[in-house]
């Protein structure tokens, strides 16, 4: 368990901006491969998205999460890794948690109908929705919300490969976010976290994708630590800017980049206030071969990882962090 000593000064962390309207291309392809290369966390800022549209989607996220449990039940995540995920579900530091993460979630991902030649491959499929009795319009808000943070990642993705001295639509092919896997999770965190317990809204982890943009309601709770070998490990504040994601880099392009960009470590702690946030996760084409990047390698700076096809490392990581679902079916 965590040796914690309470520290008066709360450490806030501050982290490069991106600006996606700014018209110097050069300016923000510097400041996010800086970004990158030092922790793999930043801000993105004008990205489109409309405010109040936000706080619709967030107005919705709430309404569920207000439901009766067997209401909620009723969506319970499925095989394919879509709907809701009660509290403890997920254990995602297994090593300092005592239980699961306290959060309820609910996974919405891109909606492949059961005639479409790949629906039956795992993270593809059709979603699980409430019933639109109970939430009128949700699911079309939802599906907007997806639409756009899509898009807002696909322009990341853009700046990304130019940090990588890539071409600058390397990511927009087919096998790549041209047929992504992606993912939103509304979350809702209750509680008090208390790490010389064990007790943690969500466990320190880096997150398993390509990608994860964030949005919050603005209460603080995410922590990152940008060195995870450092003892005792030094955990600093992620503010929320109003209208801004937090962005940050999953384990799958850290291999993919071959170690050269950085998937950072971090937690969210709960102060007994209750907090929203919606991450969405990008990921490549389930087919996407993922393996040392055309200008990550060199005579001197030889593959660290073997390539892994997308899908078969995203089950694995799915599988080791969340519940059997059958502990949901017995005794039922
Ligand atoms: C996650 C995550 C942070 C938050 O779901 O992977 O890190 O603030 N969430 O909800
Ligand atoms: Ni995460």
Redesign the pocket.
Same mark, same amino acid.
């Given at each position: 368990m965590e040796n914690h000593t309470k520290d008066s000064t709360m450490k806030v962390s501050s982290l490069n901006c991106i600006d996606l309207a700014n018209d110097d291309l050069h300016h923000s392809v510097v400041s996010l491969k800086q970004a990158c290369l030092d922790c793999g966390f930043f801000y993105v800022i004008n990205h489109g998205i409309n405010e109040e549209f936000m706080e619709d989607v967030f107005e919705q996220s709430k309404k569920f999460f207000a439901l009766p449990l067997e209401e909620k039940m009723k969506v319970l995540r499925n095989e394919k890794h879509r709907g809701y995920t009660p509290v403890l579900d997920e254990k995602l530091d297994p090593k300092n948690q005592v239980n699961g993460d306290h959060k309820e979630g609910y996974y919405i991902g891109i909606e492949v109908p059961k005639d479409d030649p790949h629906w039956d491959k795992p993270f593809y499929g059709p979603n699980p929705w409430p019933d639109a009795d109970v939430l009128p319009g949700w699911r079309e808000t939802m599906e907007k919300y997806h639409q756009e943070a899509l898009r807002v990642s696909k322009a990341i993705a853009r700046l990304l490969a130019l940090a990588l001295d890539l071409d600058v639509e390397y990511f927009d092919r087919t096998e790549m976010l041209g047929k992504p896997i992606a993912t939103m999770?509304l979350?809702r965190y209750q509680g008090i976290s208390d790490p010389s317990k064990g007790i943690y809204a969500?466990g320190a982890?880096s997150?398993f994708g390509m990608m /994860?943009l964030?949005a /919050?309601d603005g209460v603080m709770?995410?922590q990152i630590c940008k060195d995870k070998n450092a003892t005792p490990q030094k955990w600093e504040y992620v503010p929320p800017i109003k209208g801004a994601f937090i962005v940050n880099l999953g384990d799958m392009l850290e291999r993919w980049s071959n170690g050269f960009f950085k998937s950072t470590l971090?937690r969210?702690l709960g102060n007994g206030q209750e907090r929203y946030?919606i991450?969405f996760f990008v990921e490549p084409n389930h087919d996407c071969l993922v393996e040392c990047l055309p200008t990550c390698k060199s005579e001197s700076e030889l593959p660290k990882y073997p390539p892994i096809k997308c899908s078969t490392y995203l089950a694995q990581r799915y599988k080791d962090t969340h519940a059997e679902l059958s502990i949901y079916h017995k005794e039922t």
């Open positions: 999770r979350l969500c982890h997150d /994860t964030l /919050t709770g995410l971090h969210v946030s991450p």
